[in-house]
């Protein structure tokens, strides 16, 4: 597979298991060194372990990506490491369901904190760094930031006020991001995952599953790669062109 992405160095966040995981072992696969972000610093040591067994560079670090203070810690660190930062993959995310009638402020707040401020703090964080990219001739090199936002944050869906809100609100910060920071070549994206396989999914009852199936035209599930090379084509030059837009991945869901 290409080495697109030789020479770069990527954030990945909530990268200890699940999409995260998957994510930062493509751009790995691709070449790029990784900091591997998740709650507790041991969490994300089966994932630095895989990294490092494709032959780069790749750290553990302990954040909590809705207090600022500790994200603004983790980029300096991530600085002092790697030396630069080229990708920020915002993909940490947590659900809190229930109805918005019974739905408590603490279920709400949690969700959001975690999905959308967690994106903008990391994003805040990482900008002055990526516009510092520059080549030799002066040239901007800037960065790409990819968001993990999802079918439901376009769609919505019963029981999730939350989460909808939130990735909802991941998309639009997404544009705007894209629209400051576009002079200096910094590209902000999102990814829209469908129906993802995962620990979270496979737990569902049957005729929940065959009910989501019934709407994915491509009839089967998305899979963590599935998501993870869309991350990697945005993350790369392959994209350069590309920027505030919303990439779906989820088989044909209607999005
Ligand atoms: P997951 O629950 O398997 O993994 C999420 C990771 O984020 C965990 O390792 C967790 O420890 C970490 N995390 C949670 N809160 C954190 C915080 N405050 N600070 C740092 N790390 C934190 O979830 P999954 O399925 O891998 O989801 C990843 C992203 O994809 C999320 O943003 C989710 O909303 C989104 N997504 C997932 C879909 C699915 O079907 N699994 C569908 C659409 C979107």
């Known amino acids: 597979m290409s080495k697109n992405l030789e020479g770069k160095v990527a954030i990945v966040t909530g990268a200890a298991r699940g ?23 041991e969490w994300c040591d089966e ?37 630069k930062i080229d990708i920020m993959v915002n993909n940490a995310g947590i659900t809190k369901d229930g109805l918005l009638m019974r739905m408590s402020d603490d279920d ?9 401020k967690g994106t903008f703090l990391f994003t805040r964080a990482v900008s002055r760094p990526m516009m ?8 901007q090199l800037g960065g ?14 019963a029981g999730q006020a939350n989460y909808t809100a939130s990735k909802g609100g991941v998309i639009a910060l997404t544009k705007t991001t894209a629209k400051e920071l576009g002079s200096r070549n910094i590209r902000c994206n999102a990814v829209a995952p469908g129906f993802i396989q995962s620990k979270m999914t496979d737990v569902l009852p049957e005729d929940v599953k065959k009910a989501y199936m019934d709407t994915i ?34 088989g044909g869901m209607i999005g």
């Open 132 to 139: 510092k990219n520059k080549a030799p001739d002066g040239t």
């Open 47 to 83: 994932t630095v372990k895989s990294l490092e067994a494709l032959g780069v560079k790749a750290k553990g670090y302990g954040v909590n990506v809705a207090v600022s203070a500790e994200v603004d810690q983790c980029v300096k660190s991530v600085l002092a490491d790697f030396g």
């Open 19 to 41: 999409i995260g995981a998957a994510i930062a072992r493509r751009l790995a696969e691709a070449g790029a060194s990784v900091a591997v972000c998740d709650l507790k610093p």
């Open 108 to 116: 709400w707040d949690a969700v959001i904190d975690v999905n959308l």
């Open 217 to 250: 035209p491509l009839k089967r599930f998305g899979t963590v790669e599935d998501i993870a090379k869309a991350v990697a084509w945005l993350a790369g030059d392959e994209s350069a062109y590309v920027t505030g837009q919303v990439l779906s991945v989820n």
């Open 144 to 157: 790409s930031i990819i968001n993990i936002a999802s079918v439901v944050g376009i769609m919505g869906n």
